[in-house]
């Protein structure tokens, strides 16, 4: 090996070192499955399958592209995220604080992506009968506000992203 080489090597685990310090944490999460969960009593079985189809159609990406979030946690907010959606990378910012979600405190991530801030409420869903209980995380988005005014009946409109750790 030259010395340029040896020194970029040298350079690039010195870095990396650096980089290391200065992260708390990673977390990789893979989104297993999306769900949509529409609410309310008055509405017709068909206008929940239309918002349904709307929030579906809103979703930036396709059932069968991948989709990954990678979570930098630094010793002081914010954090960074990058986001692989099939081929395409975003990154940007994050924070997390805590606020009341289905009855419970509930970690809440604002992420930050192009230009577009996300709120995604840290989920866990209990899949199973009484002889098992799976705790599934989930990444859950309140979307209720976007279709009050088209859907006075609704109650709740839920996207939940079900996230796998690591990948």
Known sequence: MDAPSITYELVKVLSE????????????????????????ASLSESQKDEIADKVRAAYPASEDTYRLYKLIFPPQPPGIVVRYTGMEREEGSFTVTTEEFGGKDTPVYYLQLEEQTYTYYWYELLNGGRASV??????????????????????????????????
Do not use: C, H
């Open 134 to 167: 799976e705790s599934i995380q989930s990444f859950t988005e309140d979307l209720t506000e976007e279709f009050r005014q088209d859907y006075p009946g609704v109650e709740a409109v839920w996207r939940q992203q079900r996230l796998v750790e690591g990948y």
């Open 17 to 40: 070192t650096q980089l290391n310090k200065d992260i708390l944490s990673v977390m990789r999460l893979m989104v297993g499955e999306v769900r949509v969960i529409v609410q309310g």
